[in-house]
């Protein structure tokens, strides 16, 4: 949970933090599997954030509107979230394989 | 994880094109959520206190977006009003100088190269710098100077519209060198007209006596502006003069393209208190420009003390254009004077001859940036007439009286405070660029039409001469007197037509105009112009204007009302009898097709399938007509004739009999073959009615599918009054229908007033526009402002 929440607070900075935050995430986590699924959540997480943000501004319609722009915010941050992870797999797990 | 081919794919997939390649990590911080920047853009809010360093002002919105900007001095009020321009429409300011600039290409890439090698030429910018240095130190500059530092304080906020974090590239700060731009703008596109080369051109392929007919100097109709009980006799003159001959036509082909669209015009009338049931008179107008999103136009009121002001202004302009204030309304329409000329000149590697001696051009190389790609060098020439125009090979002079300083802006901030007729006209002495006719109309009963603007006496050895074709400009023919390109006119000086010498009604009872014919050359003095629009409109205009005044009930703000919307069509009434005497030789499929057209009330409303079938039929009449022969004499499409030479070709006409290129051809069967080519088309497209095809197509300029407009079919044609063009993308940009009798004068835009994409109204306006509707224009004057100008603080640059 701090680890989503730091991370959805960088990634409002600048895009790396979507991979520092599923990083931060993923390495909550004891096995590369298991952190490439919540890296996964935290992504869908900020996309959620993301619509909520557009939907406070009175401009989610209008974005859902813009079709293929629309959807590189969510397509990056479900690639990115997953990716930064993935950083996971450098660290030994706690138990062998899963 | 996307390659970066795919990403890029996917943001140039709405068509900006490759001009925008960028990479990856650049493309991540646009559009990446919560941190992209283009995000920025969809939650960003105008704040409620902006400091400025002028006097308290506030801005209410209503429900369309329409500011209400309300101060105690033009200055505070002129900052507020640049502020909002800023806020609502800061890209498309930005688009416009850069166009007029000839910078396009270094925010948006290689495909407007043509563009900025063509305005880097004719180098509007050291004209537009020309006119700021005359107007500077008027009241009128320092309004222009208040407006532009209320752009610049909404531009530091880095709240960049959309557009801006699309591109990447944040827009650079405003002067009032920008805001002259902005009228070059609009003046070039409503006077920027190379007839007389297009005329050569043609006479240079078909000959002297073709080109007389099919690209004539008048049409033969008594619907002039100012009509008279003379008969309208033609203006029969010689040559059209010869543009060079092979390459003429790429030269006239390439600067056709920067003209504006065919169907640019007009209309306006004015009813006085004699005719109406008010006793008061009535005036309304509507001008037929481009239909972008946004549009043209950016609607608002402006209060201050001692007057208000409604109507549209020009985002990057202070006043109000069109539109009424207390005392009075008024209207532009497009003239069609002749304030362009070509000159051919003997040239010598960089000298060309004038008179007796031989001169430099002024010569300057330029680069123009073009993003993503190759940088371009242009060499920019000058004569002493003006820019030296250049395309692969040929090479003309021209002088355009937008080219010298005006007073434009200070006419139309003398409108916008004008008491009455009186100052009224005198503000409009001073309208020097674009030439329009002008009409107005007060709360007093007071009516006027004038045509304004510098109109040149062009003389050859002391004799005006008529400008309607090439002149020798080593010869020194067709000089213009008082003129100084890209500095300041003698306006005084007697190559100038006098204010009251040009045409004008005082106190008209009825008068129209739609663009025709102002005034019958054997009725003026001058010579005025080498062509106006044909007369469909006019003569529509005049037809039920005297029938509504030939009745005995008055007129009424709802008689405007339906004369702003008519869209009874002219040229169906005069060629559809033709089409359906053409049936025997036509296709069984065709014939059917035509048939459809019986009994039709030339109507060109949407539900009408009769509509969709002529319009059709027009367009494919004319391929078949000129096309052939166009194509064979190398000319380009854009030089066609218009409708109303083609549809007053009989069937006897040499065009067909004895055609200056290829075989003689018979009328008939070109009718028949365009009926069946318009029976095809409704099949392949799946049209059942005129407003399947007749659609608002109102573009973006990054024609990116969503920020587009949508799709609205509505009534109208290119010839009606309630006028639509959909292949050129022109119409009714604004209507006004202005009344004196207590009630709200009435307006509409086709879009929105906001040109940002996530408003809410970035297109509200566009559906009654194509239903027809109106709404009242009202300022807004209660209510808590959206926001408030506190003195102290800010910058006045």
Redesign the interface.
Known sequence: MLAGTVGALLATVHWSGLLAGGALVGLAWPTLRRAVLAGLGFGIAVVALFALELALGGSLVATLRMGVFGLVPVVVSIVAAPLGATVRGLVPDATAGD | ??TRRT?VA??L??GIGASVVEPLRS???R??????D??DA????VPETVATPYGEATVRYDDQGVPTIAADDEDSLYFAVGYVHAADRLFQMDLIRRRMRGELSAAVGEQTVESDLFHRQMDFATAAEANWELLSGTSAGEAVAAHAAGVNAFRRRRSDPLEFR?LGYEPEPWTPVDSMLIQKQISWGLTGDFTSLRRATIADAFGAETADRIAPRRYDHDAAILRSRRPDVSFADGTAGSAGGSGAGDLAGWLAGFEWPDGVGSNSWVVGGEHTESGLPLLANDPHLTLLAPPVWYEMHHELPDHSVSGVTFPGQPFVVIGENDAGAWGFTNAGLDVLDVYDYEIDGEQYRYGDEWRSFDTRTETVAVSGGRDREVTVRKTVHGPLLERRGQRVGVAWTGLTAGRTARAVRGLNRSDGRDEAVAALSMFDQPTQNAVYADRDGNTHYHVTGLVPIRRTDGEAVAGDRIFDGSAQEGEWAGYEPYGQPDFESDGWIPFEDKPHADDPALLATANQRVVADAASEYYLSDGYSAPWRGQRLYDRLDELVAADTPLTPADSRALQLDSYDRRAALFVPEILAARPAMSDRARSLADELVDWDFRMVRDSRAALVFALFLDHYRQRVFGPLFDAAGLDRELVPNDWILLHLDADDPWFRDPPIGEPRERESLLAAAVADTAAEIDAEGYERYGDYNRTEIDHPFD???LNYPEYPTDGSPATLRNVRVESGVGSSYRLLARFDGERSLSVLPGGNDGD??S?H?ADQLRAWADGEYSPLTPSLTGSPSIRFRPGGGDSA
Do not use: E, I
């Open positions: 994880m996307p990403l996917a943001l997939a709405g493309g991540l911080d559009f990446a959520p919560l941190s992209g283009v995000w969809a939650t960003d809010s699309l990116l599918g969503f994409y996530f809410d970035y």
